[in-house]
């Protein structure tokens, strides 16, 4: 973490959103990451998203556990609710506050290490519970933290800094959020901001869980030739599957697109995804055919990019237990503690 602030003083000519902040009033402290480093890449992508939402700051809450990655939410929306966890644990405490907190908007960051190794377990159950988040993994195949050791998500075959070669097989978070449950699932690279902010516009807003897998360089220790995570490999091997442009449910709004074939998918709160197809006959709306996708792409070295799935009147965690609208933090006594008389009426019916 770090405690060198940022300068208060704005510009007078920064133009204000509805709420009348400024693109500088969702920034954070000073970044202490590397320079050039992807992390601060999608930092940046997640205060743009958040400027152009009109998103109230107090409303958010941002979680993380260890590693590079999980420093990156002090760098971003430092007037928002913030909980730094130990390794691995982000999604259980993520899913305790949504549990008490409905009112909320909860958006977990999270590494390759922190989610695909020692929190591979929490990252399912917070998936397969259908927890209404934005869940984005800074997927850099390294452990940077402790000196570029390969990381599970670093594919076979791929060399590290010093030339040793990953003989084990790689974990797709990706595929992996696709069988578990989740409702959105995406993926983008740190270096494509027209791509990533719209991804993360439409997630927040996505009702469920929403999944990210940003593979995100790191300048240190995974950007040379023979990774399969550096900068000039996803340029080189990036199979975009559509364009995204996210629309907020307001006042009509109209968009020149480019040449194409355009899909329109209305989600449950009024919001619209317009996806200009650049793959024939991809359909972001089935899963099977999502899967087969990525596993097809996978075998050809490529990395697939963009809305994978999308599933528009998704359920999320409160829908399944059928909790009250209000939050369970602002429930008073009266309805805490129903009585004897429900207490006996409960008891009755198990008898």
């Known amino acids: 973490m770090t405690y060198i602030t940022k300068p208060r003083l704005h510009h007078p000519l920064l133009q204000p959103n509805a709420l009348g902040f400024t693109r500088r009033d969702y920034e954070g402290k000073v970044s202490t990451l590397c ?196 900068f000039d490999y996803v340029r080189e091997h990036n199979a975009a599957m559509n364009r995204l442009d996210f629309i907020e449910p307001r006042a009509e709004i109209t968009v020149d697109y480019a040449p194409g074939e355009v899909e329109v998918v209305k989600q449950h709160d009024g919001s619209i995804l317009r996806l200009r197809k650049v793959a024939p006959d991809y359909d972001p709306t089935d899963k099977i055919s999502a899967i087969t996708h990525l596993q097809l792409h996978q075998m050809r070295g490529e990395v697939v990019t963009g809305l994978l799935y999308v599933e528009p009147d998704a359920a999320d965690l409160h829908d399944h237990l059928h909790t009250v609208q209000t939050p369970l933090n602002q429930l008073d006594d009266a309805e805490l503690i129903p009585g004897s008389l429900a207490l006996d009426a409960i008891n009755d019916s198990l008898r």
């Open 35 to 230: 320079a050039g480093c992807g992390h601060d890449s999608i930092s940046a992508a997640i205060i743009q998203a958040a400027y152009e939402l009109d998103l109230p700051p107090h409303r958010l809450a941002k979680l993380s556990g260890i590693g590079c990655s999980s420093k990156t939410p002090d760098y971003f929306l430092g007037n928002s609710h913030g909980f730094n966890s130990v390794h691995g644990r982000m999604p259980s405490v993520l899913t305790g506050a949504n549990a008490a907190n409905r009112e909320l908007i909860y958006l977990g960051v999270s590494g390759d290490g922190d989610s695909a190794s020692i929190g591979l377990g929490q990252f399912a159950h917070s998936i397969r519970r259908s927890v209404n988040m934005t869940y984005i993994v800074e997927n850099n195949g390294v452990y940077g933290l402790t000196k570029g050791q390969f990381s599970a998500t670093s594919d076979p075959g791929s060399k590290s800094k010093r030339g040793v070669v990953n003989h084990d097989q790689s974990i797709d978070l990706v595929g992996l959020a696709l069988q578990l449950g989740a409702s959105f699932v995406a993926r983008s690279f740190s270096g494509d901001k027209a791509q990533l902010v719209p991804l993360i516009k439409a997630a927040i807003s996505h009702k469920g869980a929403s999944f990210i897998d940003v593979i995100s360089p790191c300048v240190q220790f995974n950007n040379h030739v023979g990774s399969t995570k550096s």
